[in-house]
């Protein structure tokens, strides 16, 4: 945790937050730093130790990867390289690979969580301090395997053309095998309507991350989970029933994802199906198709 001594009082106070505010803000920070090695790879056990009754049932936690299988994961992504960028549908790369999107509001940490994932390719992903800095649709190769999607966020500085651009990739792509929407991990930012109108009205199969874990407490997040879970998940529609929670800070729940995108698109050696997943693959294929 960060030392707040080690803060001077002009710090302090040019954030503009009283210092009873401040001291809770500094206590919820960077919480997952002191995570237990379990509990780092998947942040959702930690978040299950507040309370008694399962957050996630059998048939919503489907993806129980051993430590064998997540080192494998992780080794996937030591090779990242981005290989186009586009801004009309004309240019997009072959399909000879399978692509896995990233979509979200603006400013929920979409750039962050790509640079998380790509850690070992330093600085290839472009982040800024203003949001909606991404205009084109990103294509990085990871080791030649497939492709992750930089999307342009909406809301904020959508680029003129988004309807075309991104719901035409989207919806049209062949080899697009899954969709990760982000979503920020506090309760302060209610259920993107707009968001949840939009991936719903695609018809495409998407997965639900919540960002920014570190910047809040175990307990609001906690809130989030559950209100998010009960918004996407069992409402229906083709969201996959378990949620992914991350920290680009301090990395937390990032190998899990990693093993889990290595999952959908084929690149695990072992299979990751349980027995659950296998049955409920049978009444949604597209939702828990691997490529």
């Not at 649709?137 to 959508?158: A, E, H, I, Q, S």
Request: net charge positive.
């Amino acid at each position: 945790m960060t030392c707040i001594a080690s803060i001077s009082t002009s710090q302090t106070l040019s954030r503009q937050v009283s210092k009873t505010d401040y001291l809770k803000r500094m206590k919820a920070v960077n919480w997952t730093k002191k995570l237990a090695e379990d509990a780092f790879i998947d942040p959702v056990k930690e978040l299950q130790s507040y309370v008694a009754t399962p957050i996630l049932s059998d048939n919503e936690k489907l993806f129980t990867p051993s430590d064998e299988a997540v080192k494998e994961g992780e080794g996937v992504f030591q090779s990242v390289k981005l290989i186009k960028s586009v801004a009309s549908l004309d240019k997009l790369p072959d399909e000879n690979v399978p692509e896995v999107a990233v979509i979200g509001k603006s400013n929920v940490g979409k750039s962050s969580l790509l640079q998380a994932l790509f850690s070992s390719t330093p600085n290839i992903v472009k982040t800024g301090k203003k949001p909606g800095q991404t205009q084109t649709l990103n294509f990085f190769d990871v080791d030649g395997k497939f492709r992750l999607v930089d999307v342009p966020g909406f809301g904020y500085n959508m680029p003129a053309n988004y309807h075309e651009l991104v719901e035409g990739y989207l919806t049209s792509r062949k080899n697009l095998c899954r969709t990760l929407c982000l979503k920020s991990g506090s309760t302060r930012y209610p259920v993107d309507k707009l968001g949840k109108d939009m991936i719903s009205e695609m018809g495409i199969p998407y997965v639900i991350v919540l960002t920014k874990i570190d910047r809040f407490s175990p307990h609001l997040l906690l809130k989030t989970f559950l209100e998010t879970k009960q918004t996407y998940i069992q409402t229906g529609g083709n969201c996959f029933p378990q949620l992914f929670v991350v920290s680009s800070l301090t990395g937390a729940g990032i190998p899990f994802l990693q093993t889990f995108i290595a999952h959908i698109t084929g690149n695990l050696k072992s299979p990751m199906f349980t027995v659950q997943e296998k049955e409920l693959a049978k009444e949604s294929p597209s939702i828990f198709a691997v490529y």
